[in-house]
Every structure is written in structure tokens, then in C-alpha cells.
């Protein structure tokens, strides 16, 4: 159980999931694994999200009794520093969007790519049943984001229907839960990272209210379904959320071509910095995902060490 002496570590432990959840293809819950706190996190989410789930079917006594076991110090002081560091870095990265759109895209890119390459490794099983999902859901992910606009263009949040707020923060919750896969990343893949990222920086309440209201309404409703999912087809969920990140990298496309926004064209400007960034992009994920490991590894160690020794 958390106590007060932990609430300013916590506060910074969220502050850096925060930092990289608003970075498409950088997995909180990755950041959160490097913390140690992934596993405890993920109780509090369950925990919380069976009390959501209780209260809206009028079950108030039992969401009270589960709300009780909720470690609020630990995930209140998390939450805050989430928060603080999505508003602290919102106005930045917007305005690189706005100002560098392809160096930007190939950033993206990059983290996304570096977050597939990832997520194969969370596989279980690496058989032809899998890889064909993988095919499969990504060439389907690939046709239909053709048909899309850009998942970068700059579009007025006051544009943009309350229902795909409210959506977006649903599905987007869910990244909490799926290992390796970035909130972020989601909003991308659905074409509301900029909205999002606007409502946040131009203090678009109503919109960010709604957003949120659709992560709690997401989190007591898919949270336990999702885990379900995981727990019984944990290798086809992995290997359907592989192809949507490959898939989803015609969006990310720096180069888009003609009226199409999305239709894949040749470079022609800023190659060495957008590449560049690409390929940074890609290190600073795997880099991230191999010290999770480690230190999991290492964290396994020392509890094994702890039983033995009592």
C-alpha cells in the first residue's frame, strides 16, 4: 500500500508515463514497466474499473467496497503528474506539427515502427497463424487508411463532433491495459491525435471533458473485456494490434501525394532530417523496451531471492 512519504516519487513516475503517452508509439505502460510499478498499476486499474463497472449496473455497494481498495495514493499523485506533463508538452509538440509537418510525421514514423518491431516481441507464439494475422489485419489497416485524410492535418477541435471525442478517449483508454501499444498512437491511428492535442492547448474544457468522460466510460466497459481477450486469446489480440501499427504508418507517410492526403509519394524535401528523425525514433523505442526488460528481469530476480531467503 502507498503511503504519503511515496506521493512526490509518484507524481514524478507520472509525469514521466505522461511524457511519453502523448508521444505516438512510446507505450506509458512501457515507461510504467522501467518504474516497476506496471504490475501494481494494472491491479489499480482493474480494481477501479470493476467499481466503474458496478455503479453503472446500480450496484453502489459493491463500486463503494471496491473503490476502498483502490491505492488512491499511488494512483491520485500518478494521475497529476500524467496530467502535468500532457499540458506542459501539449503547446510544443503542437507547434511542431504546425511548423516542421514532415520532419514531425517522420519522427512518428519511426516510434511507430520501433513500437511493431516491440510489440512482436510480446508474442508468445511466432507461428504462420500468427504472422498471417499480422498480414492480414495490416494490409486490411493499410487499404482502409487510404480512404482516410491524414491523421496529422490541423482541424478545429470545435470541428470536430462530440461523439468522436467521446470515442477517441474510449478506445484510447484501452492503451493502458494492452502491453506495448501507445494511447497516443491510437488517437493517430483514428485521426484525433490533433484534435485532441488542439483541445488541450487552445483549453477547449468541452470538449476535453467529453474526451474524458469517454476514457471512464471506456475503462469500466472494455477495460475487463480486454482482459478477458488478453488473458484467452492473448497471441491473436497482439498479433491484430501488430498490423493496425504496421498499417497505420500510410498515415504517417511524410511525403503524402496529390489531392489524396494519404496516398504514398516520393520524398521531396527535408530527406536526411526526416529520415534522421525516423531513424531515431525507431532506436529511442527499442532502447526504452530493452532496459524495461532488464530491470523487470531484474526486479523478478530480486523478489525470487526475497521468498527464498524467508
Not at 499511488?74 to 500532457?86: D, E, K, M, N, Y
Not at 501488430?242 to 504517417?252: D, E, H, K, P, T
Given at each position: 500500500m502507498a503511503d504519503l512519504r511515496e506521493v512526490p516519487a509518484n507524481f514524478l513516475r507520472g509525469a514521466a508515463m505522461g511524457s511519453a503517452d502523448i508521444v505516438p508509439g512510446v507505450s506509458g505502460g512501457t515507461v510504467a514497466l522501467v518504474l516497476a510499478i506496471y504490475h501494481r498499476l494494472i491491479v489499480a486499474i482493474r480494481t477501479g474499473s470493476s467499481a466503474?463497472?458496478?455503479?453503472?449496473?446500480?450496484?453502489?455497494r459493491g463500486a463503494i467496497r471496491l473503490l476502498g481498495q483502490v491505492e488512491w495514493?499511488?494512483?491520485?499523485?500518478?494521475?497529476?503528474?500524467?496530467?502535468?506533463?500532457?499540458l506542459l508538452l501539449a503547446s510544443t509538440i503542437e507547434h511542431q506539427l504546425e511548423q516542421h509537418p514532415v520532419q514531425m510525421a517522420g519522427l512518428f514514423l519511426g516510434l511507430v515502427a520501433g513500437a511493431a518491431v516491440v510489440a512482436t516481441g510480446l508474442l508468445t507464439r511466432r507461428d504462420a497463424r500468427e504472422w498471417a494475422l499480422i498480414a492480414g489485419s495490416g494490409l486490411a489497416f493499410f487499404l482502409l487508411l487510404g480512404l482516410t485524410d491524414s491523421a496529422l492535418v490541423a482541424r478545429d477541435p470545435g470541428e470536430v463532433p462530440a461523439w468522436q471525442f467521446f470515442l477517441s478517449g474510449a478506445i484510447a483508454i484501452c492503451a493502458m491495459i494492452l502491453p506495448g501499444v501507445s494511447g497516443s498512437f491510437l488517437l493517430v491511428a483514428m485521426g484525433m491525435y490533433q484534435p485532441v492535442l488542439s483541445a488541450v492547448t487552445s483549453g477547449d474544457y468541452a470538449s476535453l471533458a467529453v474526451f474524458l468522460m469517454g476514457c471512464v466510460v471506456g475503462l469500466a466497459l472494455f477495460s475487463q473485456l480486454l482482459h478477458w481477450a488478453l488473458s484467452e486469446h492473448y497471441d491473436t489480440v497482439m498479433a491484430l494490434m501488430?498490423?493496425?501499427?504496421?498499417?497505420?504508418?500510410?498515415?504517417?507517410w511524410p511525403w503524402p501525394d496529390g489531392g489524396n492526403s494519404v496516398a504514398l509519394g516520393p520524398p521531396d524535401e527535408a530527406v536526411a532530417v526526416t529520415v534522421g528523425l525516423a531513424v531515431l525514433g525507431f532506436v529511442v523505442v527499442l532502447v526504452v523496451d530493452r532496459v524495461a526488460h532488464r530491470l523487470e528481469r531484474r526486479t523478478a530476480r530480486d523478489e525470487a531471492d526475497e521468498l527464498r531467503a524467508s
Open positions: 466503474l463497472g458496478r455503479l453503472l449496473r446500480m450496484d453502489v495514493l499511488f494512483l491520485i499523485p500518478l494521475g497529476a503528474g500524467i496530467l502535468t506533463a500532457v501488430i498490423g493496425l501499427l504496421v498499417g497505420s504508418l500510410r498515415i504517417l
